[in-house]
């Protein structure tokens, strides 16, 4: 044990390894302690110093010291103490009769009431000092308690580092943690020293090749010990106006917060602030002629407590999201899918909370915080990103109609969605929905069906109202989009629809939806009639109708009303009175009538846009949600053209015509042609023929399984009360017609029809009874490119991040059972990853700014001015008048006025806004204004 003197700091350890080594000299500490099997007996019982007053005994012998019993200072036996040459005290002992009980105090030697050190629980060493003498040498270090390096100055992994001469700390073993040492200051101070690889650490005088590079480095040593980083001050140099000075801080520094003063009428709110002026930070100077930065200051001790290893995941540092993480939660959002749920999902995938950056809160933080960022420029964005789309693609349609600096109405269509009209648009039905957005704006989607038989969308509109100025605005843009008009248009039974239908389409047929009219049925009629007759089975018979005439459907309806009594029902005879819009006899002449009877279609379509969407969506987002579920939709009419394409004729080789239909149509299609070419060969027979010349008329019935001859026939599932159908039919050109008008009516020739076609011995369906809209080709190829779909980023970057993405994913898959191949990986990759970003290895690289982040994620930048305002006011049907009475409980319950917070910006305490959307918030700021600036 060296006390600062001259002594050589020689030692040996005895039989159980435990220190007991002594040392010559001191001018300041113990005198001349010598070796303690010396000077009293050679058992080593004692030794004296060279005024032969015994200094200590000990227990023990033949050479072998096993304890320290007594301490003497100059004769006194009682072994109380002893004093140095300048008599300051340099220990006090308890106890007495020869016999040290416990070591009380020790002095370095140094300021005469500094006190150096204790020894408790019987002996051994649990709390030390680690003290310097007055040439700034180590007296002592310790590691758990023992005795570990005495060479003055020279320490080697000693269980503490302290800067020499500049503050004293104590390390205590019964204060140890998993990941850093515990120091008691003279005051009683607690201070945390990070146990971490000395290579994480920062050393005075390393150097780096600039502030980003040192900042990646202290995080990464931060991230290690437990602990997370603040940007500190800095200094500017005056001259050139360049940093030259930056500290680097736990983000734990800074002045605790004020206690704001409450009165009795005011709860004080629960705050989860942390500052408490934690001093651990590196110092840093750029030398601008070297361009470097070097570290001129380091201090790592903590007066808090650091993240244990288990709760590393839970630290500020490791709930940073990354952006492939807010990525996730923007595409999940675009499904319909929460922040939580979001969270929930990838911890499924990931194996675990642990690996997931963040926790459902820092979701639902970001989420909320994207749609903070929109905020006013909602309206802009959108039109900002159609109008870029508008001057990108070649054929893209957009409208808008603003009305005093707010948007009213809105419309677009792209080159996909025309193509799509071109081939289906003979048919169109359009239904208003709600709930999509937050600014309740309506959502009018144009439906129509494809050669799948699938919803396909022609083009959508936003409205401010449901009038027929709005809908009028929206129906002449989408002629003017698509140029020419559909031949039946599908609705429900809004006036404002029709009247708009009405004054834009001169050409088209105008139909009701069927279902939103028998629907009424039950509420319109009494429940006795209802539940005791058959009132509605005749009544859905006669309105379902197929093939009924006109005169024919006036004469049963009468007799219907009269058999049932039901004269006097008013909204019967309303139903009665518009029976030209909705009943099928009355369309038995408009091409396809038969392929949309509701809006089922609408409701379909509708259906899958609202999957995305919610009312808590801005109109960016919104628009994000629409791409998303109109790929959907695309992917899967290119999937049905795809098994369209892919399978082969398995059918019967004896039907030529069968082969033909199947070569014609799509899979959908050419199944219910199949079924009419099956029920023509298996069950219709011709009861006469006439001919005129070239034309042949045959009287063609069904038979049915069950009898011979049946009185009814089925085609496309509605049931109709005729004995037979006449079939027209010219031998030379194949001209042919059916009194059932299926061709008509849904585009397919009917069973009578192929019937008449196997007498005949025709083996193809003639081309002018293909129509376009169901056969295989009827869209270009060049639909399905990549480059035409939507949502799709083709940029460069993109395209390599995918590609790099997939590489990985492949390699995880094929070395997943390999655990050699695997590590091999993994330390080459840690090897790419430190050959590409340099020295920034092992932590979260400096990333872009949360504002950069959803700006590069909804496509658009948020530094525009802002011309149009985002709709406000809108008063969808059906809304109310928000008159609805409220009792006195519900009254009660109501949540008191939001108490208002400070915000860290304006220092104000306000409720409207925080530090995250404060106005007096810098736009822009230097390098390292993106990373945990200031938050905690």
Known sequence: MNSGGGGDGSGFEDDEQRWCATAEGGDGGVRRLKTMNSGGGGDGSGFEDDEQRWCATAEGGDGGVRRLKTMNSGGRGDGSGFEDDEQRWCATVEGGDGGVRRLKTMNSGGEAASV??????????????????????????????????????????????????????????????????????????????????ETLKPV??????????????????????????????????????????????????????????????????????????????????????????????????????????????????????????????????????????????????????????????????????????????????????????????????????????????????????????????????????????????????????????????????????ETTESYTWLLKNFLKAHKKEPMLVLTDQDNSMRAAVLAVFTEAKHKLCMWHIMKKLPSKIKGDLLQNTDVRAQLHRLVWSNYMKTSTFERKWGELIQTFGLGGNDWLAEMYGIRERWIPAYFRDVPMSCLLKTTSVCESSNAAFKVSSTSAHTLVQFMLCFETRLESQRYKQRAADFKTSSISYHGDMEMPIQRHAFDVYTQTIFGEVEKEINEARYYCYISNTEVDGSEHVYSVCQRSTSTAVVYTFQVHGYICNLLLKNVNFDVVDHKTSCSCRCFERIGYLCRHIFYVFQVNHVHEIPSLYISKRWTRNVLPREVYAVEKRYGVDNSPISVLRKELMELMFGFVDDLRSDEVGMGVLA??????????????????????????????????????????????????????????????????????????????????????????????????????????????
């Open 116 to 197: 150096a050190a204790a020894f408790v629980c019987g002996g051994r060493m649990s709390r030390w000092i680690r003290a310097t003498d007055m040439k700034d040498r180590y007296l002592v270090a310790l590691r758990d308690g023992v005795v570990e390096e005495s060479n003055g100055g020279g320490v080697v992994e000693a269980a503490v580092v302290v800067v020499s001469g500049e503050h004293q700390e104590i390390y205590s073993d019964d204060l140890i943690e998993e990941n850093s040492d515990v120091f008691i200051s003279p005051n009683g101070t607690k201070l945390w020293v990070p146990k971490v690889d």
């Open 827 to 936: 330390e080459r990759l840690r090897g790419l990853r430190r050959e590409v970003l340099g020295d920034g290895v092992g932590c979260l690289v400096l990333g872009n700014s949360e504002a950069e982040v959803v700006e590069e994620l909804v496509g658009q930048s948020m530094n525009v001015d802002v011309e149009v305002g985002n709709p406000i006011g809108v008063r969808t049907k059906g809304c109310g008048r928000k008159r609805r009475i409220t009792g006195p409980g519900e009254k009660a319950s109501k949540k008191p006025p939001k108490a208002p917070r400070q915000c860290k910006t304006c220092m104000l305490y306000v409720t409207d806004h925080d530090s995250r959307n404060c106005k007096m918030k810098m736009k822009e700021g230097d390098e390292f204004e993106d990373v945990d600036s200031g938050s905690d």
């Open 204 to 465: 005075v005088g390393s150097s780096y090749t600039g502030l980003v590079q040192a900042y990646n480095f202290y995080k990464s040593y931060a991230h290690a010990c437990g602990f997370n980083v603040r940007i500190g001050q800095h200094k500017k140099c005056r001259i050139r106006g360049c940093v030259v000075l930056k500290y680097f801080r736990c983000n734990r520094s800074g002045k605790p917060q004020s206690k704001k003063k409450f009165d009795s009428s005011t709860s004080c709110r629960q705050s989860t602030y942390k500052r408490n002026d934690c001093q651990a930070h590196v110092l840093l100077r750029f030398c601008p002629t070297k361009g470097v930065v070097s570290v001129i200051k380091f201090s790592e001790g903590h007066n808090h407590s650091l993240v244990e290893g288990f709760n590393t995941d839970l630290s500020k540092i490791s709930r940073k999201l990354s952006f492939s993480t807010q990525k996730f939660i923007h595409n999940m959002s675009l499904n319909s899918v929460g922040p939580v749920k979001a969270h929930r999902y990838m911890v499924s995938m990931m194996g675990g909370h642990h690996n997931v950056n963040g926790t459902p809160m820092d979701f639902k933080n970001f989420s909320k915080n994207t749609r903070m960022f929109i905020g006013d420029r909602d309206s802009q964005l959108v039109l900002n990103r159609l109008n870029e789309r508008a001057r990108m693609l070649p054929d893209f349609y957009l409208d808008y109609l603003v009305v005093e600096g707010k948007l009213r109405c809105l419309f677009w269509a792209d080159e996909i969605s025309k193509i799509n009209y071109e081939a289906f648009g003979d048919v169109l039905a359009f239904d208003a929905t709600y709930q999509t957005n937050k600014y309740n704006m309506v959502f009018v989607p144009f439906t129509g069906v494809d050669n799948h038989r699938r919803c396909v969308t022609f083009g959508a509109g936003l409205l401010f109202n």
